[in-house]
């Protein structure tokens, strides 16, 4: 025989429940090595995160393809690095490398265009000034970038072209009013076929160069070599394609005696004087390097140059030490929070509490099992702001409970039914509200995981997540239970239920009607 | 207008005063609450509008004490634990001078006992100038790593560009606009026009004000923040919902009774709600109080107490909101429509019948007068099965004193 309308077989729905979580764990210990925790994001378990922001000269959004390309160069250059673990991911238009554990350090560096051309030197002069760090934001504005560009790379600097290249009249008042500046919003972003203003690595001359003759991708190999007898540092050897080496052999042949500057990103690496003709294809690049930074310099020209610029937006390292204090912080946190919500309900509706207690417990089962799956199927890395949201969504779990409860009592008190009566009738009406409720906060969480960038997704996930399981678990588990509970006749006592005062007041009321009318117009 | 609908629902109270008055808690708990929040709605007006202004005046003046992410710089942070004892903000920052000959911008200790940490922060370094100051502070300090060894791996860095907090907040903001857009959609199909309409009201009300406060607390502004601030949205309208829910209920077919005015159903309703939102946002409070606490304890700062502050604010935005001001100002824009004032009117001419008919009877209306009382009973179960639930069959009552003989239902 059929229940009849609104009244549920609660077993059914139960094993309904109990049948997702067996599978559910069916599939976290028998596949994908069985590991059962969760993907830790590196603020919780200590690690480097950067991340890379492109940068396009005019502000517009950087195309899918050329992005994807720069993931790529960057992803090879990691392996060059040599550090395992890594991961490259875009979001957005930005990059984020993220690398587990104590190696980090060198990642930072990754995000380098590596834009590096030969230009030919025309004026030098010690800069006067010390570089000047500019004020915040300006570095990354398109406005500076196109300033920068206007005025350090007019076309009138120079006069001529090719052999006949000269200072134009205006380049020596030019190259003076020009200062170094720490952040130069034109890195990686300086037109090849102008002339060019710019500084050496270290701010302490400034150059008036002529426009690229020979660009990085004509370079075949570098290699980073230790200092010997006639180079006092470290330098990194560099070998050209056939083209590269015929244009460097015809600009060495012509140039003797004069400078030649090598720019990584708008700044200048060396400038070494030539003393002869190069025919080889082989030269070699010096500067200020250490072992470290020339084999850095090296790995990037190798691996090619970006084909966007970046700047890092975010470069944060996160010690092991810190990343277990986090994530302990995190679970106290939840559990505070879990205990004060515990104690809340069984107060105030005591069995029923202990109901809400099952479900937020079951709730967690199937979240724990959902994470560790999620991690390994879609890399979903659990991070601080994705426990944050975990425990802001006990609050939502919680919620769906007590707008069903508190429906129970409108039934008791308004239509004086009995607990057992209530529930169906309550049932069928929380559960539209609790379905609109829900969608909101679904909705919210979907719109910031789809649109927001950074530590926020994880927030929006796990409480979109969260969302999703409070349903299955207020449907499968919470409202047979507490069915199953109004139907024995031990359970639905008032004194376990904290309904008693709300029963009480329904006879009240029904004694009431006796009362003269204008009480009995009060309330109905 | 509105002084007309205040002396009904004035007029009204005397009547809904019960003749024993149980504990405000009790009248919570059992939701016969009866607090009169529609009928003195000026005041509750005349509140938000004061706090709105308030706290619009302080975003323009003062604007909002914006985060690392905002300005730009860099975040060293270490144990206080050093191998040579507790180490002090100020070694801290004497270590970041030796190294880099400038000063660091401010250093403080967060967070207690074992958990606590040293905080340095500066302007934007690049990474060489952080590699130098994490040796310099190992070399002076030697923090403890978690296994109690010295360990330069137990410092960590951040370095954030100035633009990173607004490209975050560009993109909440264009969040926040899509969400808008959605939720309106989403309004206008689950509710009525003008439910639709207050909820969105109450919504920007919630921005505003938590904006506000933290534009005049200056709690700092943090992305976390900033993004923080959109899930309140859900749980503002999370709140809207439960009330107008009850109040599209109580209200179904209103404008065919004269049994209440619209303005008095919608506190009914508000007064049937008020113990499930208090006890919703009470819920959803407590573990964002934890978070709180714990973040502002163990960790000192970061992403955990930005967001449990942020939604501490908004959703105690939120529950005011949705109870203090939606509901009665849906009544205000319900009665701009003349149906709802006719209907008011019909209500007020019934009541001065009713009053001058008891005028009538006199005083020797008599409880143990069983006709007089069977008619208001009839009467009034006739309303009650018209004006709000559905009939139902009270079987499992105790009929205490009641013919049965005269119930055919």
Sequence with gaps: MAPPAGRIRPGRYLGLFILIVVVLYALVFFTGGGKATPKLGIDLQGGTRVTLSARTPDGSAPSRESLNQARQIIETRVNGIGVSGTEVVLDGSNIVITVPGEQGDQAKKLGQTAQLGFRKVLDMQQATAPPAAPPPGQAEDPAAIQAAKATRQAADLVTGSGDTLAAGPNASAALS???CSTQDPLRGNDDPNLPLLACDQNGTAKYLLGPVFLKGTEIDNAVSSPPAQNKPQWTVDLTFKSEGRKVWGDFTTKNIGQNAAFVLDTQVVSAPTIQSAILDGQTQITGNFTQQSSKDLADILKYGSLPLSFTSSDATTVSATLGLASLEAGLIAGGIGLALVFIYCLVYYRLLGLLTIVSLALSGLIVYAVLVLLGRWINFTLDLAGVAGFIIAIGVTADSFVVFFERLKDEIREGGRSFRSAVPRGWVRARRTILASDAVMFLASAVLYAIAVGDVQGFAFTLGMSTVLDLIVVFLVTHPLVALASQSKFLSQPKLTGLGGVQTLAAQRRSARKVPAGAGAKES | MADELNTETAGATPAAKPARRESVFHRLYVGTGAFDIVGKRKRWYVFFAVLVLVCLASIGIKGFNLGIEFEGGTQIQMPAQGANGPITADDAKRAFADALGEQAES??????GNAATVQLRS???DADQVGKVKQSLFDELKPLGSNGQPSAQAISDSAVSASWGQEISRQALIALGVFMVLVTVFLAIYFERWMAITALIALVHDILVTAGIYSLVGFEVTPATVIGLLTILGFSLYDTVVV???????????????RRTYG?????????TLMRSINTSVIALLPVLGLLIVGYILLGSGTLQDLALVQLTGMLAGVLSSLFLATPLLVDLKMRDPKYKQQAERVRARRANQARKAAERDADFDAADDEALDAELRKEKAYAAAASVPARTPKAQ???????????R
Excluded at chain 2, 264 to 272: F, G, I, Y
């Design chain 2, 264 to 272: 008095e159903t919608a506190n009914l309703a508000l007064n049937q």
């Design chain 1, 177 to 179: 009013a020009f200062t």
């Design chain 2, 244 to 258: 107008f829910d009850k109040v599209k209920e109580n209200t179904r077919g209103i404008l065919g009774l004269t």
């Design chain 2, 123 to 125: 302007s934007t370094l």
């Design chain 2, 107 to 112: 250093a403080q200790t967060v967070g207690v």
């Design chain 2, 398 to 408: 105790p009929r205490r004193g009641r013919p049965s003989g005269k119930r055919k």
